[in-house]
């Protein structure tokens, strides 16, 4: 938010959250020209208060997602609402006119499926800074085999499905160097993963698990994996600009839905298209070709490095374009238009 071009925006962020002091919120606070909390307030005092401030665009980062609040937008206190980020779905809500999504992961022949109208940003929709850590991590503290390949898999427990876990398994059936590297949230977790890891021929040894980490150790140690491996029904979207951050190959199926391309359009952006499959049988050759073609993998990995030339790490260069965004719609608005979609075009330096 720190980024937006006080000459042209002036900026409030609205928090419906518990209030605590977390980095993220003091962040977002200080960024902001005007910050309010609106937790525990009443919808229709939260929404004459958002009226009060003259918002002409409130973007909901929230959707139907924990905390949100969609009752106050549906008292339309801005004359125009966007949902961006927080619920990659549609809201099939009239008080929402559009979506800040892109192309690569809104496909035509699903587009029907949103009742917004959709604003498309070029190479991609998610604003990404490069991760940072200073922290340290080491293959003998996570207990994985100093030599042996790792698949990494650190998504959050929620987002594993059985489609994915199985080509998982199979991958280590077919490369028996290889351990396959989850993390996991309670013991249950773990031992139903043992099980179902059990059930399709594959031993306790060949899977590692780690307990959930803070950020600066989940980053530190995303770096000790050779490649990590992306869910199919519910891509990596955090998990994949943080293991790109941190220098490592991410395989990806594309899917139908949003949720199921958001990997795709993020590597696309970064110059990775070719860690992208349209097949499972594309998927397991991609992690077939990095495990035994390590000077292909090294070529991977120095595309991955060249942060300078992405369009998916450049916030400065996005914030421009979502810039652009906002005042396209605005723009149509005072010309007495309804809303429609639109293509945002790249923003030049």
Known sequence: YSRHDRSRFKVHAYSVGAVDRCFERERVQAGVDVFRDLDNMPAQAAAQLIVNDGIDILIDLSGYARHARPE???????????????FQGTLGAAYIDYALLDRNILLPEIRQFWDEKIAYLPHCSYHCETPVTTAQASRTDEGLPEHSLVLGALHHPRKLEPDSFRVWLSLLHELPEAVLWLQYETQEQRENLKCFAEAHGVLEGRLVFSPMAGYEKHLARLRLADICLDTFTYNGHTTTVESLGMGVPVVTLKGQGVVARIASSMLTAHGLPDLTASTVEEYNAIVHKLARDTAWRDEVKKRIGDYAHSNLFCPERRVREI??????????????????DFDVPPFVA
Do not use: F
Request: glycine content about 6%; charged content about 15%.
């Open 323 to 340: 810039e652009t965004a906002y005042e396209m719609i605005w723009a149509r608005h005072q010309a007495g238009l309804a809303p429609d």
């Open 72 to 86: 106050i937008l549906a008292l339309r206190p801005a004359p125009l609402q966007l949902s961006n980020l927080g």
